[in-house]
């Protein structure tokens, strides 16, 4: 199982990014899918997250300007992030909670994918 973020990039303040997460590797079910932060010398920030039920929860810091959503196969998380701000600034990264994949199916409680860098200019 994997999961691959991409969509990062560089964006003026105000613009907007659109970040994507999938995963693979004969995935039957995700729980829910979450989008996390990390600014150059600062923790780990939690942005946003996605239930399997489509249920979302935003960071303060994000609230009325990301969304998150799922495709129907539930397999794909999206970040729309608008009205981007240099504070915004980071590698952000996804996290699948409650994968079954396989025939079994077997079970992987957390999985992260790799980073992916956004940059936003003042």
């Known amino acids: 199982v994997q999961l691959q973020a991409c969509g990062g990039g560089l964006v003026e303040a105000g613009g907007s990014l659109r970040l994507s997460c999938a995963a693979s590797?004969?995935?039957?079910?995700?729980?829910?899918m979450g989008w996390y932060r990390q600014a150059a010398g600062k923790q780990l920030e939690w942005v946003a997250t996605?239930?399997?039920?489509?249920?979302?929860n935003y960071a303060d810091s994000v609230n009325g300007r990301f969304i998150t959503s799922r495709d129907n196969a539930k397999t794909t998380a999206y970040l729309q992030m608008n009205s981007l701000k240099p504070e915004d600034t980071a590698v952000y990264l996804c996290?699948?909670?409650?994968?079954?994949?396989?025939?079994?199916?077997?079970?992987?409680?957390?999985?992260w994918g790799q980073g992916t860098l956004v940059t936003v200019s003042s």
């Open positions: 996290k699948a909670e409650g994968i079954r994949y396989g025939s079994t199916p077997d079970y992987l409680p957390n999985t």
């Open positions: 590797g004969s995935i039957v079910s995700i729980n829910s």
């Open positions: 996605i239930s399997k039920g489509v249920t979302t």
